[in-house]
C-alpha cells in the first residue's frame, strides 16, 4: 500500500493507553508515536485488561484510541473522562487550513466569532458564544495572558502558527478553572515541543505587497528541551490606511528530572499598522503601535501529591493616534500584569481532588485612562516628550476548591470559586460550578453543566475618553450563571456534538450610541444568551482505506438568541447586540495528486445589529444598515514532503463583499514554502 502524505502523518500518535480490551491491539500493523502518560492513565490502568483472548480482526476495526485533552478541570481528565466539551484545532487542523494567524485559525471553531478589523492578526475580537471580546480568557501553555485595558489587544500574541501544536477550546464560563475573567469561555494556545533537533525556515509572499518569513530551532537534550523562534511580515494593505509590520519572537524551555518537571517561556510582539476606522468610523486615517512582553515559568512536582505553581509577568504598550501623524485624539497607555499561583491536587479512592490559590495584579499607566496622578508622580513615555498622567491599580485573589468523582460510566465534577477584587467594596464573592457527565455505552457521551462567573470592567470601559467614546466609572462587574446540556457520539469513522446552552447575564457591559450622531457610552444592561451548536466529522479513510481520495469532511452549525430585560432605548451597540445569530461551516479536505493536497471551507454568517454610514465630512448619515449575511469560501493547495512544505492559499475566493469590522479585503491569494532540516 502507498503510504499517504496528505494532512495526517504516517505515524499515528499513540495519546493515552485505553482501559478497553480491545485497545492494544488497535495498533496492530501500523506505527505509533507514544505520548505522555497522563497521571491519570498511569493510576488507573489495568494490565489484565489488554488480554486479546476474546477479540477478533473483524471486532478491532470498530475501534479506535481515546485521545487525551485536560482543558476543562483542575486536573487532568481524558477527553472520555471528562464532564465538560473541548473543541480542539489540531496540528492538522492547522496545515489544512486557508490561513496564516491564529486569529484566523479560530474562525474555523463555530462557537467562536472573529471580528477582524486587518489581516494577518493585526488587530481582532475574539469572542464566544454571542458574548463580547473582553468575556473571554486567553492562555499561552495555561498562562492567562489576558489584556486587562482592553479585550481589543488580548489576542495580540507572540507566537505564529508554525509554533502551535494545538488549540483548545472551552466555551461556557470556567471561573473556578481560569478565574473570573473566563465569563463565556477560554481559549489555550498549546505550542510545540517537537522531539528531534531540527529547525526550519519558511517564507511567505502574495498580493498587496505582503512579504514576510521566518524560522525555529528545536534543541533537544535528555533533561533539557529548547525552541525558539522569530517572525516578521509586512503589507502594503489591502484597503486604505492598512499596511502593517508585524515582527514576533518566542522561546520555550523545559527540565525534566525524577522530582519535578520546570517550563518557562518568553514572547515579544512589535505590531506597527494604519488602523483605518478600526474604532470609529469618523475618521479613516487612524493609527496603532502595540509591543508586548510575556515571561513566565511552571512548575509541577512529581508523587501522590502534584504542585503545580507559576509565575508570569506581561507588559503592553499602545501608542494610538486618531489621526496619523497628528497628536489630535492621540494616547500612550502602558499595563503591566503581574501573577502567581498555587495549583495542588491528589487522587485518592473518592477521586482527584484539586485546590490552590492565585494572586493576580493589573496596573495601567495612560495619558487617558485611569485617575489622575499628581504632577510629581507623572511617568515618562518612553522615547516621547509625552507623560503618563493617569494610572490605576488592582489586585485578584483567588482561592479555589474542586474535586471530580469518577465512576465506570459517571463523571462528577464540582467545585467553587472564592473571589476578592480590591476594587470592590464586597469582601469574597463566590462562584460555585458543577459538571456531570454520563457515558452509556462507550461511543456516547451525554453532559450537563451550571457554572457561574464574573467579570471586572476593562480600563477603558471605565475610563476612556475621546472625540468619540465616552467610558463609564461608575460600571457595575458583569456577573452570569450558565446552564449547559449537550451530547456526543462517536465510532471509529464519525464523531457528532450537539449542545445547547442558556447564559443568564447581569450587568452586562456594551458601548452604546442614544442618537446618530452621539458619542459612544459604556454602560450596563441585563442580557440573556441562549443558543445551539452541532458539530460533526467524517473520516472516510477509515471507512475506505488509508490513501483513499477524500480525507475528512467536518461541518458545523450555531444558532444565537438574545434578550433584553430592559426597555432603554438607544440607536446602536458597538458589540454586545452585533452577535452572530446564525453561523455555518463546512470544510473538506482531500488528496489531488501524490503529495498534493486541497483544503476547501466555507463559511456563512447571519449577524444581528447593523453599521452606521458616515458621509465625507465624517457625519453620521443617521440610517442604521442591517449586516448582510455573506457566503465565504477558502481554498489552500499544499504539496508536502518531509522536508519541503509549499503552499498556495486564496481567501475569500469568489471575491465577496461583505461588512464586519474596517473594510475588510476581498480576493486575496498568498503562497508560501516552509523547510525543514536537521541539526
Wanted: hydrophobic share 35%.
Amino acid at each position: 500500500m502507498k503510504a499517504n502524505k496528505c494532512a495526517r502523518p504516517d505515524a499515528f500518535r499513540w495519546k493515552q493507553f485505553n482501559r478497553k480490551s480491545y485497545a492494544v491491539f488497535c495498533s496492530l500493523k501500523k506505527e505509533f508515536q507514544i505520548g505522555v502518560l497522563a497521571f491519570s492513565t498511569l493510576t488507573f490502568v489495568n494490565m489484565e485488561s489488554v488480554s486479546a483472548q476474546n477479540e477478533t480482526p473483524v471486532q478491532l476495526k470498530n475501534y479506535e484510541l481515546e485521545e487525551i485533552e485536560v482543558t476543562g478541570t483542575r486536573v487532568p481528565l481524558t477527553e472520555l473522562e471528562s464532564a465538560k466539551m473541548v473543541t480542539v484545532l489540531s496540528r492538522a487542523d492547522i496545515q489544512a487550513a486557508a490561513v496564516q494567524s491564529i486569529n484566523d485559525l479560530l474562525k474555523y471553531a463555530v462557537g467562536v466569532d472573529v471580528r477582524q478589523r486587518g489581516e494577518f492578526g493585526v488587530q481582532t475580537d475574539i469572542s464566544v458564544r454571542g458574548g463580547t471580546f473582553d468575556q473571554v480568557t486567553l492562555l499561552l501553555n495555561g498562562v492567562n495572558i489576558t489584556n486587562p485595558q482592553t479585550g481589543h489587544h488580548t489576542a495580540d500574541l507572540p507566537v505564529s502558527l508554525n509554533d502551535i501544536e494545538r488549540i483548545e477550546i472551552l466555551e461556557g464560563p470556567a471561573a473556578r478553572v481560569f478565574g473570573t475573567s473566563a465569563f463565556t469561555g477560554a481559549i489555550n494556545i498549546i505550542t510545540r515541543s517537537d522531539k528531534d533537533n531540527q529547525g526550519n525556515v519558511h517564507l511567505t509572499t502574495g498580493g498587496y505587497g505582503l512579504f514576510g518569513g521566518g524560522g525555529r530551532i528545536n534543541y533537544v537534550t535528555p533533561a533539557f528541551a529548547q525552541q525558539a523562534s522569530g517572525s516578521y511580515h509586512r503589507s502594503d494593505g489591502a484597503t486604505k490606511n492598512s499596511d502593517f509590520r508585524i515582527g514576533r519572537a518566542y522561546y520555550q524551555g523545559k527540565y525534566t528530572s525524577s522530582q519535578a518537571d520546570i517550563r518557562w517561556q518568553f514572547g515579544f510582539s512589535d505590531q506597527k499598522f494604519g488602523a483605518n476606522t478600526f474604532y470609529t468610523p469618523k475618521y479613516d486615517n487612524q493609527y496603532e503601535e502595540l509591543r508586548r512582553y510575556l515571561i513566565s515559568v511552571q512548575a509541577e512536582s512529581k508523587g501522590w501529591l502534584r504542585l503545580t505553581p507559576t509565575i508570569y509577568w506581561q507588559r503592553s504598550q499602545d501608542h494610538y493616534q486618531l489621526i496619523r501623524g497628528d497628536d489630535f485624539g492621540e494616547n500612550f497607555h502602558r499595563n503591566d500584569v503581574f501573577g502567581a499561583n498555587l495549583n495542588a491536587y491528589f487522587t485518592s479512592v473518592l477521586g482527584k481532588t484539586a485546590f490552590g490559590a492565585e494572586i493576580r495584579n493589573e496596573g495601567i499607566l495612560s495619558t487617558n485612562l485611569g485617575k489622575p496622578l499628581e504632577e510629581e508622580q507623572y511617568v515618562k513615555v518612553t522615547g516621547k516628550d509625552r507623560y503618563f498622567d493617569k494610572q490605576d491599580n488592582r489586585t485578584h485573589i483567588s482561592y479555589y476548591l474542586e474535586h471530580n468523582l469518577l465512576l465506570e460510566n459517571w463523571t462528577l465534577s464540582l467545585g467553587i470559586l472564592a473571589h476578592m477584587n480590591t476594587a470592590l467594596e464586597t469582601g469574597y464573592r463566590y462562584y460555585p460550578g458543577v459538571d456531570l457527565s454520563f457515558r452509556p455505552k462507550d461511543r456516547w457521551k451525554l453532559y450537563a453543566s451550571w457554572n457561574k462567573a464574573l467579570r471586572m470592567p476593562t480600563f477603558t470601559d471605565l475610563y476612556y475618553q475621546s472625540e468619540t467614546l465616552q467610558g463609564n466609572v461608575g460600571l457595575r462587574p458583569e456577573e452570569t450563571q450558565a446552564i449547559t446540556l449537550g451530547s456526543t457520539y462517536r465510532t471509529y469513522f464519525f464523531r457528532t456534538d450537539v449542545s445547547i446552552f442558556y447564559h443568564r447575564g447581569k450587568n452586562m457591559i456594551d458601548w452604546v450610541q442614544y442618537e446618530p450622531d452621539d458619542k459612544f457610552h459604556s454602560r450596563n444592561f441585563k442580557l440573556d444568551n441562549m443558543g445551539v451548536e452541532l458539530n460533526t466529522e467524517i473520516r472516510f479513510r477509515q471507512i475506505v482505506r488509508e490513501n483513499f481520495l477524500l480525507d475528512n469532511l467536518q461541518i458545523s452549525y450555531a444558532y444565537i438568541y438574545q434578550k433584553r430585560h430592559d426597555d432603554i432605548a438607544f440607536y446602536r451597540s458597538n458589540y454586545a447586540f452585533q452577535y452572530l445569530k446564525h453561523t455555518f461551516i463546512a470544510r473538506l479536505n482531500h488528496r489531488i495528486w501524490r503529495q498534493l493536497c486541497g483544503s476547501w471551507s466555507l463559511r456563512w454568517q447571519n449577524r444581528m445589529g447593523g453599521y452606521d454610514k458616515y458621509e465625507e465630512n465624517g457625519s453620521s448619515s443617521g440610517i442604521l444598515t442591517p449586516y448582510p449575511s455573506y457566503v465565504l469560501v477558502d481554498l489552500k493547495l499544499h504539496w508536502d514532503t518531509e522536508k519541503i512544505k509549499i503552499f498556495a492559499e486564496a481567501n475569500n475566493l469568489l471575491n465577496r463583499t461583505y461588512y464586519d469590522f474596517g473594510d475588510i479585503p476581498g480576493f486575496w491569494l498568498r503562497a508560501g514554502i516552509n523547510y525543514t532540516f536537521s541539526l
